[in-house]
């Protein structure tokens, strides 16, 4: 018996970091996951590192870790390793950020999405993150594809 689910793949660290209730706030130039609305969303780990320092920045600053804490974060968000399915999220409404915004809101939306410049961006709240029992091992994509994740690997 199995799940078939939306896939989404994040790049490293932020499948991690939506996994383990870090981020939840997703952002994209389109609004990808707005018809995922109210459903779950499967978490795949990409090969590939985020390109870019601006999540260091937003954990060290907006959040106040140490180092310490940045790298247990970043070796939890790690554990089943890449080119996995490790998770699930649920999706919430998606809009579009606008142009300006008061600076706390702001500031706000930027630590819950773990990165800055966030204007006009498309934004999907993520809410109830859960690891799988075990990974799943597969190849990821560019775009939202679907996935048949075995019931015993739900957590």
């Not at 498309?122 to 091992?137: A, D, G, I, M």
């Amino acid at each position: 018996m199995s799940v078939q689910l939306w896939c989404l793949s994040f790049r490293v660290p932020y499948a991690g970091l939506v996994l383990d209730g870090v981020k939840t706030v997703e952002s994209r130039w389109r609004p990808l996951l707005a018809p995922l609305e109210n459903q779950t969303l499967a978490i795949h780990v990409a090969w590939r590192d985020w390109e870019g320092e601006e999540w260091r920045a937003v954990l060290s600053g907006m959040l106040g870790m140490n180092e310490t804490q940045i790298q247990e974060l970043l070796d939890s968000g790690e554990r089943f390793g890449r080119g996995v399915v490790a998770g699930l999220v649920d999706v919430g409404r998606t809009w579009q950020c606008p142009t300006s915004l008061p600076e706390a809101e702001l500031r706000d939306l930027q630590r819950s999405a773990v990165i800055i410049g966030l204007q006009e961006k498309h934004l999907t709240y993520l809410s109830n993150p859960r690891w799988l029992k075990e990974p799943l091992k597969t190849r990821g994509s560019r775009d939202l594809w679907t996935i048949e994740i075995p019931a015993e690997l739900l957590p």
